[in-house]
């Protein structure tokens, strides 16, 4: 069975705080995402990256940055926190070729006190 | 629960209807397009996909169709279920371009 794994279910941090979120897939797939679902926004890509130490700007990169030094792996980094960063994270893994379906992890409940 | 659900369009069904789900997607140059279903408090699971070349698209109990002249995606779930109950997207994809643009979202409320 395929899978994509997030680290946390549910994390709680402070206002400042570095944030470490960790995706693990074990498709061998090329192409690794992170996106926030918030409430009647849907999802908004971050970043992904289409190779090992390779990355590219979503939609909302701001206040985000990203690490993918295996392939297997893809993490998003909140540099300081905020409040506005409460939200569900979904990493997702998709194959290198054209027009094939992304694979999601379960999400992360990130909330920002 | 989640709240993924909060603001979207639902469609409550009773058990053993059909259900539609309609999506109007953006990118007339986009050739690929997805479902996705998710339930509360999981990531998105992927139901069923198309190409631009189809029109139509058959899975267990589901259908896709695509209007490509009026950019509009639905599905369709047939003797919908309770655990058919959840948030459903559509998503489009552009050839060549490895990222999915998802839709806002659909609540489907199935009733026993």
């Known amino acids: 069975d395929v899978k994509v794994t997030q680290s946390s279910r549910y994390l709680v941090k402070r206002t400042g705080e570095k944030v470490f979120l960790e995706c693990v897939q074990d498709m061998d797939h090329e192409n690794m995402f992170w996106y926030r679902q918030d409430p009647g926004l849907g999802l908004r890509l971050i970043y992904f990256s289409y190779d090992v130490k390779m990355k590219e700007k979503g939609d909302i990169p701001e206040g985000y940055s990203v690490s993918r030094e295996k392939k297997e792996r893809f993490s998003l980094i909140l540099e300081s926190a905020s409040t506005n960063q409460t939200s569900m994270y979904l990493c997702?893994?998709?194959?290198?070729?054209?027009?094939?379906?992304?694979?999601f992890g379960q999400g992360t409940r990130l909330t920002v006190v | 629960g989640e709240s993924v659900g909060l603001h979207l369009p639902t469609l409550s069904v009773q058990e053993g209807d059909n259900s539609i789900i309609n999506c109007a997607y953006s990118n007339s140059a986009s050739d690929y397009f997805i479902w996705y279903k998710q339930e509360s408090g999981k990531g998105p699971q992927f139901i069923i996909d198309i190409r631009s070349n189809m029109d139509k698209r058959q899975g267990q109990r589901v259908t896709v169709l695509l209007n490509k002249t009026v950019k509009h995606l639905s599905l369709q779930i047939a003797a919908t279920q309770p655990g058919d109950s959840a948030v459903y997207f559509c998503a489009e994809n552009m050839w060549g371009y490895s990222t999915l643009t998802f839709g806002k979202g659909t609540m489907l409320l199935v009733s026993p």
């Open positions: 997702a893994s998709s194959a290198g070729q054209p027009n094939t379906e992304a694979f």
